[in-house]
Each structure stands twice: as C-alpha cells, then as structure tokens.
C-alpha cells in the first residue's frame, strides 16, 4: 500500500510536465488528458522496482501513446477536435483561465506548424527542442536511430523556423539515392554500395527484423557486406515520411526500412519487422 501511495504522489508531482509534453506532441488537451490518464494506467500495472528515473519513465510512457495517437490519427486523416485552426484554444465551459494559459504557453501558430510533421518528426522535435530529451533517449522511442531521430528533429525545426528547402528536389534527391542503394544491392556492387553509404553509417534492425539475418552494425564497410545481394523483394516507398523501401515476401510487407540522408549519403538504416509495429507504420510504395 505504501508503494502505491508512492507510486501516485510522484505521479501527481510529474503529471504537469506530462501533460505539457503530450499536449506540445497532440495539439489537444483532451487528448492529452487521455494520454496522461492511459500511462497512469500503465505505472500502476507495471512492475517499477527497476526504474531509476520515474520521470523518464513516464515521458517515454506517454511519448510513446502519443505517437501511437498521432499514427491513428494520420491513417485515418483526422485532425485534432479541440484545436481548430481559425480560432483559439480556448475552451470556455471547462476552465478558460487554465485554456487561455495552456494556449499562450505554447502558441497557436507552433501548434498548427506542429501538425504539418509527421508522427514521428514531431515527438523528436517536441521531446529533444523542448524538453531537452537526448536523442539516444528518443530513438528507441520512435523505433529509429540516434542519427536518425537527430535528422528527423533538425527536419522539423527547418519547418518550424519556417525555412525553405526545395523540399521537392530534396525528396527527388533523396528517392535518387535511396535507389541507388536498393540497385547496388541487388546487383552486389559492393563499390556502388560504399559510394552511398556514409563512413560512420549505423544499422539498427528490431528484434524481428535481425532475424532475417542481419543484426545491429556500424560502418560502412560491414554493412555494405551485409546488404549485399539482399534486397530482391525490396520496393522503394516513403515510410512515416522518411524515404526508405518495404519489403514484400509472398504479397505482404514484412519489412519497413528508413534511410536517414545527410550529405548524400546514407547515415543510418532503420528496419521494423515486428507486426504490431508494421500496423502502425504509414508508408506508401513509389511508382515509376
């Protein structure tokens, strides 16, 4: 009983920084609220002795619902109900002091740019730019790299600070690579492989996808080794706005792979194979 009593005041004592973090990711408070009350759920039914940082704990408890959210969220092309674009966000029947607060903390304009990123290019950006979250603590997070939870925050600051890319020829490039890797594969040009691939170059599978043969490595010089030859059944496709490819054995995807681009080349290589996670994966195949 002790424990739980423990367990509920430290809660208590860290639900505003939750509720702030899951608020800045959904853009809606009672979303938020529902995040915020679902890992409270998840704490009482954990076991915690382990835990060192409870706080850390809960932000990646509720990072990780509010990306499962977001996801849903995008399949379904829904926006959220309490944050209209043309008004404030405010609600004057529940507790418009605590609204009007909640509203000039973050600010309209950041959170209607905040819903032009993909899932996972907001809670990078959210968890490292304003809660100062490592990216070696976001990447397991959002199922991807350092490097790459590195790139997809950078990507979402540019938008942000309403910074102007050419976004198109930047995908153009990006797709030109990411092809050019997939080919190099295939044909087990391992010259043409180490030409795309940066030095330093990581690559991170899921527990499922390792299985396929190919554990975690770094380098280039091991990695082009190992996708050597590969890529047969690989199809290039941009996966929760990365470019990457799937891999579709017997007519369904059972690999989703990003690749994080810098300096036109390859720095990182994220592979998930794990079902429930491939359900929550938005990706579409690009044709020709």
């Given at each position: ?112 740019v905040l819903q032009t990123l993909a899932p996972a290019e907001r809670v990078a950006f959210v968890l490292h730019d ?159």
């Amino acid at each position: 009983m002790n424990e739980k009593i423990w367990l509920a005041d430290e809660f208590e004592a860290n639900r505003a920084h939750l509720r702030a973090a899951a608020y800045r990711m959904l853009g809606s408070r009672s979303e938020a609220e529902d995040a915020v009350q679902e890992a409270w759920l998840r704490l009482s039914r954990a076991d915690t002795s382990d835990v060192g940082n409870l706080g850390g704990w809960l932000t990646t408890v509720v990072a990780r619902i509010c990306l499962d959210i977001l996801r849903a969220r995008k399949s379904r092309r829904e926006e959220p109900l309490d944050m209209p674009a043309h008004a404030g966000l405010a609600d004057p029947e529940k507790d418009p002091e605590r609204e009007a607060a909640f509203a000039d903390s973050v600010g309209l304009a950041l959170l209607v740019v905040l819903q032009t990123l993909a899932p996972a290019e907001r809670v990078a950006f959210v968890l490292h730019d304003m809660f100062d979250l490592p990216f070696d603590e976001i990447a397991p997070i959002i199922g991807r790299s350092s490097a790459a939870a590195r790139q997809l925050a950078s990507r979402a600051r540019r938008r942000v600070q309403g910074v102007d890319e050419a976004p198109e020829v930047d995908f153009a490039r990006k797709r030109t690579i990411a092809e050019a890797f997939l080919a190099a594969s295939r044909n087990s040009d391992l010259e043409a492989l180490l030409a795309v691939l940066a030095p330093d170059v990581v690559f991170r599978p899921d527990a499922t996808a390792a299985r396929y043969g190919i554990g975690e490595m770094r380098g280039a010089a091991d990695v082009a080794q190992a996708f050597k030859g590969r890529a047969q059944a690989a199809q290039i496709a941009v996966v929760d706005g990365e470019v990457g490819f799937v891999v579709d054995i017997g007519g369904q995807i059972r690999v989703a792979v990003t690749l994080a681009i810098g300096d036109d080349r390859i720095v990182a290589i994220d592979a998930v194979a794990d079902p429930d996670h491939l359900q929550r994966i938005n990706y579409s195949i690009l044709r020709d």
